[in-house]
Nanobody, 122 residues
Framework: EVQLVESGGGLVQAGGSLRLSCAVS????????IGWFRQAPGKEREGVSC????????YYADSVTGRFTFSSDNAKNTVYLQMNSLKPEDTAVYYC???????????????WGQGTQVTVSS
């Protein structure tokens, strides 16, 4: 059984930082495309950052480029999203997902975590 468990969300002031973690079991993170997505109230889910299993290249949405960093720890089978210079518009539930989707966060990922809330106050 594949499981993805996110953690690290919380309330932070604008300009602050958070690091999200996604612990994965049931598959090996470097064998599959894996990514971070978010959904704000009343908005569609969007791809934030995704990593290719083929060459570890990383995609970032324009809105987070230069502020967010995707990383992985293969020994822990865990991926991370370091979020700096947070803005109120980054407020959303953040999900990690694995397998099936594109390296640009397109398509349909098969496995999803339960999400973690990130709230950025102004």
């Amino acid at each position: 059984e594949v499981q993805l468990v996110e953690s690290g969300g919380g309330l932070v002031q604008a300009g602050g930082s958070l690091r999200l973690s996604c612990a994965v079991s049931g598959l090996t993170v470097d064998d599959y495309n894996i990514g971070w997505f978010r959904q704000a109230p009343g908005k569609e889910r969007e791809g934030v950052s995704c990593m290719s299993s083929a060459d570890a290249s990383t995609y970032y949405a324009d809105s987070v480029t230069g502020r967010f960093t995707f990383s992985s720890d293969n020994a822990k089978n865990t991926v991370y999203l370091q979020m700096n210079s947070l803005k109120p518009e980054d407020t959303a539930v953040y999900y990690c997902a694995a397998d099936g989707g594109g390296v640009d966060c397109s398509g349909s990922y098969y496995y999803w975590g339960q999400g973690t809330q990130v709230t950025v106050s102004s």
